[in-house]
T-cell receptor, first 116, second 114 residues
Framework: EAGVAQSPRYKIIEKRQSVAFWCNPI?????LYWYQQILGQGPKLLIQ????????DSQLPKDRFSAERLKGVDSTLKIQPAKLEDSAVYLC??????????????FGAGSRLTVL | AQSVSQHNHHVILSEAASLELGCNYS??????LFWYVQYPGQHLQLLLK??????LVKGIKGFEAEFIKSKFSFNLRKPSVQWSDTAEYFC????????????FGTGTRLKVLA
């Protein structure tokens, strides 16, 4: 089966600019996750969708970050305006909803953002 | 709130040495537990998981982990590591019911010397 697709793989922007990342999950996977992984740290959950509804976005900095998952399939994560501390790898993952929590995540390759 | 702690940030071992990586979580309810691995240049992928039943679970490549509920721990073990086990290892946890968040630890970077 095709994996989780993410683009772009790399992005370099100046602070205060905007950036958008795209994710296409595995076909049929109801749950989609966006994680931020800063160098030397574990993945931090930004937002979790189930179909096109938000399950959790408690750690999403909503003053600058936004995410949507239209039609319950692919998703876009936007940062506007970017700050230096947003430099990280943005990971998208998806999972089947077999039953609550007992889901194995399939990750994409990630989008590496550098903010100068 | 849920959280996951991994005690060892960097581990260096020689081939054939035994490995144990610590993972503790804080959550009072029923949980699902996972270890994920990221080999150099590759995506994060599942190593093993615990949902219920036998607390000793076996994963790929000879890895195993033991769930000790009283200690809120899910330590990863391998009796004899290989150079190809060089990778970063992440413990993860989520609730086993209701609305859940998939939370990861900070990771342990393992280097195995040939």
């Amino acid at each position: 089966e095709a994996g989780v697709a993410q683009s772009p793989r790399y992005k370099i922007i100046e602070k205060r600019q905007s950036v958008a990342f795209w994710c296409n999950p595995i076909s049929g996977h109801a749950t989609l996750y966006w994680y931020q992984q800063i160098l030397g740290q574990g993945p931090k959950l930004l937002i979790q969708f189930q179909n096109n509804g938000v399950v959790d976005d408690s750690q999403l900095p909503k003053d600058r970050f936004s995410a949507e998952r239209l039609k319950g399939v692919d998703s876009t994560l936007k940062i506007q305006p970017a700050k230096l501390e947003d430099s990280a790898v943005y990971l998208c993952a998806s999972s089947l909803d077999v039953h609550p929590g007992a889901n194995v995540l399939t990750f994409g390759a990630g989008s590496r953002l550098t903010v100068l | 709130a849920q959280s996951v702690s991994q005690h060892n940030h960097h581990v260096i071992l020689s081939e054939a040495a035994s490995l144990e990586l610590g993972c503790n979580y804080s959550y009072g309810g029923t949980v699902n537990l996972f270890w994920y691995v990221q080999y150099p240049g590759q995506h994060l992928q599942l190593l093993l998981k615990y949902f219920s039943g036998d607390p000793l679970v076996k994963g790929i490549k000879g890895f195993e982990a033991e769930f000790i509920k009283s200690k809120f721990s899910f330590n990863l073990r391998k009796p004899s590591v290989q150079w190809s086990d060089t990778a970063e290892y992440f413990c993860a946890v989520n609730k086993a019911s209701g609305t859940y968040k998939y939370i990861f630890g900070t990771g342990t970077r393992l280097k195995v010397l040939a």
